[in-house]
């Protein structure tokens, strides 16, 4: 078996088990506190949650590093090496507040490159899986190359924040993108929005700010499809840092690139 198969089957073993925990929590009572802001909660299942992967990868792989939103893995300052990118539930309100849309993310990294992604959306049982080169899977099927397609047939996964007032963005520029889709969703789960690309339920989805562990995975997953993953300046993704987002199935990317994106507007 190669490094990167053994690897992926460790990594689906974990997080399905990940996952059963995660829904026998249902049943009990969260500890919730907040972290940079009222609305930025974390609960007491995140943090097993990170604690769990980490003690299965130092155990299996103990000269790989791990980099999971909750801050129990490694101090990175470089992509040297394998790097775990970790999000242990991603969509973390919604786990509170709806107990679904919510989902845990792992992108496997070896010196910057994506090798491995996963993203499992706990509730609906739907694991979406890669090896880098080998096709993504849901679950068992073997999900086909994404298709060209155009704005105004486009399904577009952006939050309303983006089109009203904010400090990081003139609503003006992404109002007329909105306009012109065929529709907009959000789903309060940016790992959620990016596996609905992979499996063409959306054509693309858009953030100003994103962290890490947050992308790691969606992007392996949906540039092994042939879609398209830049800042919303068009620029490289630099997972060492928060970063904006603009990731789509091929021809939309160009077309939003070039008629809504492009330098004059901004
Ligand atoms: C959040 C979700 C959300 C996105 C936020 C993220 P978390 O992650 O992905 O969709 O809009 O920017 O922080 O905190 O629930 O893991
Ligand atoms: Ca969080
Ligand atoms: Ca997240
Ligand atoms: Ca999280």
Known sequence: MTKWKEIDRNAKSWILEAGQRIKQSFSKTLTIETKSNANDLVT???KNTEQFFIKKIKEHYPDHKILGEEGFGDQISDLKGIVWIIDPIDGTMN????QRNFAISIGIYEDGIGHVGLIYDVVHDELYHTIRGNGVYLNDLLLPSLQEVQVNEAIIGINATWVTENKRIN???LAPLVKHARGTRSYGS???EMAYIASGRMDAYISLRLAPWDIAAGIILVEELGGIATTLKGEPINFLENNSLFISKP???QEVMNKYLNEGNW
Not at 95 to 98: K, T, Y
């Open 44 to 46: 007491d299942i995140d």
């Open 95 to 98: 786990f509170i507040h709806q």
């Open 171 to 173: 609503p003006l520029l």
């Open 190 to 192: 940016a790992a959620i």
């Open 251 to 253: 021809g939309l990317h």
